[in-house]
């Protein structure tokens, strides 16, 4: 996307400028995306018509030898700051960050299935997909770093993951912790490899059982992906899974995907993903069909998407279907 304006500033903006007096840049960004939606019976499309404005803003500048890099992003007509991050670039010591929503650690690997245009379930209203995450991205404390050739980005929360401006948050939750390693296919002498594994704890206890050490129990995520692009085709696999205390509670997702560059501005797509949740006796069967045209900033993009067995229940009205189409403009 192109920048609207860039401006030198004397001090970077918010945090940044109670640190350093030095110059920096701040640029701003965005797109606007109208949607049309269209859904079965079974599920809420209300207005089919919508809009989504997606505006950024980010400044860089040196403090004491470190490069320090603010971010934050604003969506749907300014109805709040979304996602902001705070990095500092230590060079060959990588590179930390305070993230709060962006996405960090096995947030950043949770589905890297090959799509035309967005998630395999786009078109629907909601959706339960499975995906790991034990860290999240929101109050975390985020490293990445290379190492000869494999990509560590590591995510730590101390406490819940809900958001705060300052002080503590206030919501139930005990720490979490996730990694994830990824690579391309240089270390092995084949183009147009990449792949990945994550894997991640999370400590989930509430206020009211504190006081006695009452523990509602563990949470491990696990995940590794595998995507190989052969020319204009680019094949993909994921599987996940999260294990929980109760056994009922352990959950089970694998996706595959396929795309197709038909020309430098055509892509299509096919994914499908099976999710089991523990405690249901049938499985989530989801599929997507996604193209995506481009022309300069305006993309077209969009899919139809079927899902069977919604949340693991087998009744008609969890068997849905619906597409979506976006229009994008990117300034």
Not at 251 to 263: K, N, R, S, V, W
Request: glycine residues 14%; without cysteine.
């Amino acid at each position: 996307m192109n920048n609207l304006k860039k401006v030198g500033l004397t001090a970077l903006a918010g945090s940044l400028a109670i640190a350093s007096a030095n110059a920096a840049e701040m640029s701003v960004s965005g797109a606007t995306v109208l949607t049309y939606t269209s859904e079965d019976g079974t599920e809420v499309t209300g207005n089919p018509l919508g809009m989504k404005t997606n505006l950024a803003f980010s400044a860089s500048g040196d403090v004491n030898g470190y490069t320090v890099s603010y971010l934050q992003v604003s969506k749907d007509q300014f109805a709040g700051m979304s996602s902001a991050r705070l990095s500092v670039d230590m060079g060959d010591m990588g590179t930390i960050a305070f993230d709060q929503g962006s996405g960090s650690g096995l947030a950043t690997i949770d589905d890297k299935t090959p799509t035309a245009a967005e998630e395999i379930w786009d078109g629907l209203d909601t959706t339960t997909s499975g995906r790991v995450g034990t860290a999240g991205s929101t109050g975390v404390i985020n490293y990445v770093n290379t190492f000869s050739g494999v990509s560590l980005n590591a995510a730590m929360r101390s406490g819940s993951g809900t958001a705060n401006a300052d002080g503590a948050s206030s919501a139930d939750g005990e720490g979490a912790w996730d990694v994830a390693l990824t690579t391309d296919g240089s270390m092995l002498g084949m183009d147009g490899l990449s792949l990945g594994v994550g894997y991640g704890e999370a400590d989930v206890q509430l206020a009211a059982n504190q006081a006695n050490g009452g523990d509602e129990g563990n949470t491990t995520d696990v995940t590794a992906f595998i995507n190989y692009a052969m020319g204009p085709v680019t094949v993909g696999y994921q599987e996940s899974e999260i294990d929980a205390t109760a056994a009922t509670a352990d959950d089970e997702f694998d996706a595959l995907g396929i795309t197709y560059q038909i020309t430098d501005s055509l892509t299509v797509g096919y994914t499908e993903s099976n999710y089991n949740a523990g405690d249901k006796t049938a499985d989530q069967e989801s599929s997507n069909m996604s193209f995506s045209y481009t022309a300069g900033g305006i993309t077209l993009a969009g899919g139809f998407a079927e899902e069977k067995n919604r949340g693991g229940e087998t009744t008609a009205q969890n068997d849905v279907k619906g597409y979506e189409l976006d229009l994008s403009f990117a300034f």
